[in-house]
């Protein structure tokens, strides 16, 4: 069994990156949402997190997809690079068709298609956990505060371990990915 090095890659200049995440506890339904924007030199732009009353793991992770990009369309970037660490949820938003999606999860899946198309330039790719700790760090700040929150400045960051987890990312840091047999 061979342990592979995992990090949060940076994008292209000119491009942001935005990592989104999603938080699911099945015994009560609750559900969170986070993502972080961040620029080429890792530098942290604007985050949120928020709850997300949802049927499922899934409708959780296309919650911080959607939020995500609604914000980054807020701030008007039109070159974007969306990572998540569900591959399902890149497959849906990324090129699957709306209609393939589990029920619950449709009219979310079709909304972030619509935000998709709404970007000049946009890459949206799968990333492992390890390479997603920020979002999703903030996902879980969502899911247990119960609220909405959205973070415009690195200091107003929610605790110390997402900015850790920022400054981590920032410098290059990697995380051990265990192996398969």
Known sequence: MKNNLVSWCPPPEGWVKLNADGSF??????????FVARDCNGHFLFAGASDCRGVDPL??????????????KKAGLPRVILESDSSSAVHLVGGG?????????????QQ????RDSFPEIII???????????DRLAVVGRQSGRTQFFERFI??????????????????????????
């Not at 972030?112 to 935000?115: E, F, M, T, V």
């Not at 790719?125 to 979002?135: D, L």
């Not at 960051?157 to 997402?162: E, Q, W």
């Open 97 to 109: 068709i709306s209609k393939n999606a589990p029920r619950g999860s449709k009219q979310l899946v």
């Open 25 to 34: 506890v099945s015994r009560d339904s609750n559900g969170g949402a986070g």
């Open 112 to 115: 972030c298609q619509d935000l």
């Open 125 to 135: 790719q799968h990333t492992y956990r390890e390479g997603n700790s920020v979002a």
């Open 156 to 181: 107003e960051l929610p605790d110390a371990v997402t900015k850790d987890n920022v400054v981590f990312d920032m410098n290059g840091g990697a995380s051990v990915r265990p192996g398969k047999l």
């Open 59 to 72: 409708y959780s992770e296309l919650c911080g997809i959607r939020s995500a990009l609604t914000e980054a």
